[in-house]
């Protein structure tokens, strides 16, 4: 008889339980290492900083996750297409950093298509617009004749950023928002974006696998270097590889 799924259960009332190991996740499915808690900021930033994530349904339990191996984005290998760069260096679109949380969540939780659900439900939106109020959430937003058009948002700890979602209504929207995210991390000594699980989407653009004990070795390194000023960036580069060094 096959073993059953022993899943560390964590306790709702005891934001301050810690996490197992992530070596004692699951690999099949790939990760799945806790269940139940709550969504506390203590805890999330907790798991963050140990290379944990939540990702559940709005109508399961509390799943917390960390795969190996861990898809990351290097800042300074960001594939920058063509028609990308020319998407970037059009005059017909506005940045911002951290003005409108509420719009990007809302965006990034619109089903991808008709009948499909969301697994950023109001439980996981609540949970991270109280990480922005404390500072921890990060939003980038691409505007157009006053419209939000693309955005991406995730949590910054120290000069560590941990990718959770993006959006595009219109062309390279969503595209636009990681290059300039890319842009202020690799400008302020930034190396490193999680993007938790690969895609091929995310493949094109430059992301690559490393194994998970290497992601939480620089993971603790990173968390703990103070943390950059968070604001837009001056002027587009014509690539994310050679630009002049600003402070942050």
């Known amino acids: 008889m096959d073993n059953p799924i022993r899943l560390h259960w964590l306790d709702p009332k005891d934001p301050a339980q810690p996490f197992p190991p992530a070596g004692r996740a699951l690999r099949d499915p790939n990760g799945?290492?806790?269940?139940?808690?709550?969504?506390?900021?203590?805890?999330l930033l907790r798991a963050y900083r140990e290379g944990i994530f939540p990702w559940f349904n709005p109508d399961e339990p509390i799943l917390w996750w960390s795969p190996d191996p861990r898809t990351i984005l290097p800042t300074q290998g960001m594939h920058v297409s063509r028609s990308l760069r020319r998407a970037v260096r059009?005059?017909?679109?506005?940045?911002?950093?951290?003005?409108?949380?509420?719009?990007?969540?809302?965006?990034?939780?619109?089903?991808?298509a008709p009948g499909q659900g969301t697994w950023l439900g109001l439980q996981m939106r609540k949970a991270y617009r109280a990480l922005f109020d404390e500072g921890a959430m990060k939003t980038v937003e691409i505007w157009r004749e006053g419209r939000l058009i693309g955005g991406v948002y995730g949590v910054a700890i120290g000069r560590m950023f941990f990718g959770e979602s993006m959006f595009s209504s219109a062309d390279d929207g969503s595209k636009i928002?990681?290059?300039w995210l890319c842009y202020f991390m690799n400008a302020c000594e930034m190396p490193m974006l999680d993007c938790q699980v690969g895609s091929p989407h995310l493949q094109r653009l430059g992301a690559v696998d490393i194994p998970r004990s290497q992601f939480i070795e620089s993971v603790w390194r990173l968390t703990s270097l103070p943390a950059p000023n968070w604001k837009v960036p001056e002027a587009a580069p014509s690539t994310l590889h050679h630009y002049p060094a600003r402070s942050c």
Do not use: H
């Open 32 to 43: 799945l290492l806790a269940i139940g808690g709550d969504l506390s900021s203590a805890r």
């Open 90 to 112: 059009r005059a017909d679109y506005a940045v911002s950093f951290n003005t409108a949380p509420d719009a990007v969540l809302e965006a990034c939780a619109a089903p991808r």
């Open 177 to 179: 928002a990681l290059y």
